[in-house]
């Protein structure tokens, strides 16, 4: 597996290749030393685009025709690589906060995660996933205010918004479903062999067609077309952090708004993303997500018109 300074490179080269397509050998050692201090050979430069293709299961080929390499993936994943790469990075970077607790909180601001509870729980549920093994626990249930004992068989976690969940199809049950591991307690690892993942499989390729955790809210069953009005400088923003991987960009050259497009079912963590973005963006299509929006909007502005 590789190592944090490799990640380093391999997510630059990845990164290049993108904004890049055709990129020489010599330019792409050029850049990484130039751009950000990363010195390689002809040889590592080899021996990691090899990996970016064992490990990773990237596609880069030379092209003959362009004398240069191309990046032949799909945007997906190359977003899992990159999310990795960026873990990695932050796995180092609190590492190092270890050997040096005084300068990393000199140096740092992380987001307030403080009252945030669950997160021992990863490390036994990243082994239960491994090993096939089923995991007992306590799950709070904030609404209710009660407690409830589950046996579920453990196939991925999913991490939205800084909270992390278990993706789990429960005994008895046949469906699989979120459980947010900040509600979770008394949680044991058991010697029950779990359910395959390969049978949920297209279940979890449900979470592909959305944003967040919920794939069940959306007016239809099918992905659909999502039309926004937005502005180019909501745009920018999109563009550096998209909602969702079929995002579509198109910046206006003559007045300040563009255009974005979605192929998605749009559930309630889509309508709040698109509502934490104020006037900046308009839903054009569907109408019924349109229209959906416009009460949302309707009912906030009542609590704010004085009476």
């Known amino acids: 597996m590789a190592t944090y300074k490799q990640l380093k490179r391999l997510e630059r080269i990845i990164y290049l290749l993108k904004r890049c397509s055709g990129i020489s050998k010599a330019q792409l050692m050029e850049t990484l030393w130039n751009d950000y201090g990363i010195e390689t050979s002809s040889r590592t430069l080899e021996r990691d685009l090899k990996t970016l293709k064992d490990e990773f299961l990237l596609d880069i080929e030379y092209d003959h025709q362009e004398q240069g390499y191309v990046l032949e993936d799909d945007e997906e994943r190359v977003g899992r690589f990159l999310n990795f790469a960026e873990f990695a990075s932050l796995a180092e970077l609190y590492e190092e906060g270890l050997v040096n607790y005084e300068q990393f909180q000199k140096w740092v601001i992380p987001d307030d995660n403080s009252r945030f509870k669950g997160l021992q729980h990863l490390r036994k549920l990243l082994h239960a996933i491994a090993q096939g093994r089923k995991v007992q626990f306590m799950k709070e249930n904030y609404h209710e205010n009660t407690e409830k004992m589950y046996v579920v068989s453990p196939l991925r976690l999913k991490e939205y918004l800084n909270r992390w969940y278990l993706i789990a199809v429960a005994d008895g049950e046949s469906d699989i479903r979120n459980f947010g591991i900040?509600?979770?307690?008394?949680?044991?690892?058991?010697?029950?062999?779990?359910?395959?993942?390969?049978d949920f499989e297209k279940q979890l390729a449900q979470y592909d067609d959305v944003v967040g955790l919920n794939f069940s809210e959306s007016e239809n069953?099918?992905?659909?077309?999502?039309?926004?009005?937005?502005?180019?400088?909501?745009?920018?923003?999109?563009?550096?952090?998209?909602?969702?991987?079929?995002?579509?960009?198109?910046?206006?050259?003559?007045?300040?708004?563009?255009?974005?497009?979605?192929?998605?079912?749009?559930?309630?963590?889509?309508i709040t993303q698109l509502l934490r973005m104020a006037d900046m963006?308009?839903?054009?299509?569907?109408?019924?997500?349109?229209?959906?929006?416009?009460?949302?909007?309707?009912?906030?502005a009542a609590l704010y018109i004085a009476t």
């Not at 909501?234 to 050259?253: D, G, T």
């Not at 963006?281 to 906030?300: A, D, F, H, T």
Request: with cysteine; charged share 25%.
């Open 281 to 300: 963006v308009e839903v054009q299509e569907p109408q019924w997500l349109r229209e959906r929006i416009k009460g949302y909007i309707g009912r906030m």
């Open 182 to 198: 900040d509600r979770l307690s008394s949680l044991t690892m058991l010697e029950t062999p779990a359910s395959r993942p390969a």
């Open 221 to 270: 069953e099918h992905p659909e077309t999502v039309v926004l009005r937005a502005h180019n400088n909501q745009i920018k923003y999109l563009k550096s952090l998209p909602l969702h991987a079929s995002q579509v960009c198109v910046m206006s050259v003559e007045g300040d708004w563009g255009r974005v497009t979605y192929k998605l079912k749009p559930n309630y963590e889509f």
